[in-house]
């Protein structure tokens, strides 16, 4: 009943969409809008959710509607779900990576604020994205260059607006918000060669157990 109740609370629907819209705020003026969103509690995780799933679905139109011009993916290859992972893994294991290191150097983000913050900044990508893979299919070869340049503008802004995004939540300095920044990279790095490593040893366990199990069910039957 409480989740029926909660689909159809008017004043629920209208914060969500409120604090959805914000985000284009931040994106024009993201040193306020980055402070409010946290500390004034103008953003929500529905509206991050929101975004990380936009983000998603402007990746797959991208990969299927991006004209072949400045594309050369075949569609029915595609993996669906390792596109979504290709977003999603980088999106955690920075937020994971950008907390943990923050946390033991006084940094004022929650994880729950650096997940919102990052996911709000990515709202360039999605905005300017959509267009241009309607655009893709409009320009020819010589106008390649306007699109490749509006593509890195989506790119910079969103990488841009991270940046002011970790200073405001962090309450941190312009210099030691970019340190913190490559030695989130270096985390994640560290995070993924761990993951790799792990996987590759259950897989190597795994298939040691299972030529194992093979052997005696050979010699017994």
């Known amino acids: 009943m409480s989740i029926l109740s909660n689909l159809t609370d008017r004043q629920r629907w209208i ?3 409120q604090s ?7 994106m024009l003026h993201p040193f306020d809008g980055f402070w409010d969103l946290t500390h004034e509690k103008r953003g929500s995780m529905a509206a991050a959710h929101t975004i990380v799933i936009a983000v998603l679905i402007t990746r797959l139109l991208a990969l ?9 993916v075949y569609w029915p290859e595609v993996n669906i779900l390792q596109q979504c992972l290709s977003v999603l893994l980088p999106l955690v294991i ?12 006084e940094g004022k983000g929650t994880l729950a604020n650096v997940y919102m913050a ?15 893979i309607v655009l893709s299919n409009w320009v020819t070869v010589d106008e390649a260059a306007f699109y490749s340049v509006m593509n890195m503008v989506s790119l910079v802004w969103s990488g841009g607006l991270i ?18 920044i490559v ?37 017994l039957y």
């Not at 990052?118 to 241009?132: E, G, N, S």
């Open 118 to 132: 990052t996911c709000y900044a990515l709202a360039p990508f999605v905005l300017l994205q959509l267009p241009m």
């Open 163 to 180: 940046v002011i995004a970790m200073m405001q939540i962090h309450d941190f300095g312009l210099g030691k918000t970019l340190l913190f």
């Open 94 to 105: 920075f937020v994971l990576g950008n907390w943990g290191l923050t946390t033991l150097f």
């Open 15 to 17: 914060r969500y969409g």
């Open 20 to 26: 959805l819209k914000y985000a284009t705020y931040c």
């Open 183 to 219: 030695l989130t990279i270096f985390a994640m790095m560290v995070i993924i060669f761990l993951l790799l490593l792990f996987f590759t040893l259950v897989g190597d366990a795994v298939g040691y157990f299972t030529s194992i199990y093979k052997e005696i069910t050979f010699r």
């Open 64 to 72: 299927e509607h991006t004209s072949f011009l400045f594309n050369n």
